[in-house]
C-alpha cells in the first residue's frame, strides 16, 4: 500500500506565496500522474495541477500563470509552488498519485486572507 504524505500548507495574506510537497512512500510501484486537487467549503473538489512521469503539466485555468507544479521521480515527490495567492484559493489541498489505483493524501489546508 502507499501512502502520499503532505506538507508546506498554512495561512498567507493575499499576493504571498506557498509552496506544497507530497512525498509518496510504502509499497512504491509505477506512478504515472501526480498531482493535487483542492476542495472549499461547500464546494466539490476540483483539480488544481496534474503533472506526467515524463513531465507534462496541466492546470486549472483559475491557478495559470500563478501555480506551478514540478516532479522528482528519484524521490517519489511531487510540489506546488502557489504564487499571487487569492482568497479564493483557500481550500484543503489534496496530493493525488495513480498508479495501479488512485491515491490521495490526507489533505493540507490552505488559507489566504484579504
Known amino acids: 500500500q502507499m501512502q502520499l504524505v503532505e506538507s508546506g500548507g498554512g495561512l498567507v495574506q493575499a499576493g504571498g506565496s506557498l509552496r506544497l510537497s507530497c512525498a509518496a512512500s510504502?509499497?512504491?510501484?509505477?506512478?504515472?500522474?501526480m498531482g493535487w486537487y483542492r476542495q472549499a467549503p461547500g464546494k466539490q473538489r476540483e483539480l488544481v495541477a496534474l503533472?506526467?512521469?515524463?513531465?507534462?503539466?496541466h492546470y486549472a485555468d483559475s491557478v495559470k500563470g500563478r501555480f506551478t507544479i514540478s516532479r522528482d521521480n528519484a524521490k517519489n515527490t511531487v510540489y506546488l509552488q502557489m504564487n499571487s495567492l487569492k482568497p479564493e484559493d483557500t481550500a484543503v489541498y489534496y496530493c493525488?498519485?495513480?498508479?495501479?489505483?488512485?491515491?490521495w493524501g490526507q489533505g493540507t489546508q490552505v488559507t489566504v486572507s484579504s
Open positions: 510504502g509499497s512504491i510501484f509505477s506512478i504515472n500522474a
Open positions: 493525488y498519485a495513480a498508479s495501479r489505483s488512485p491515491y
Open positions: 503533472i506526467t512521469s515524463v513531465g507534462i503539466t
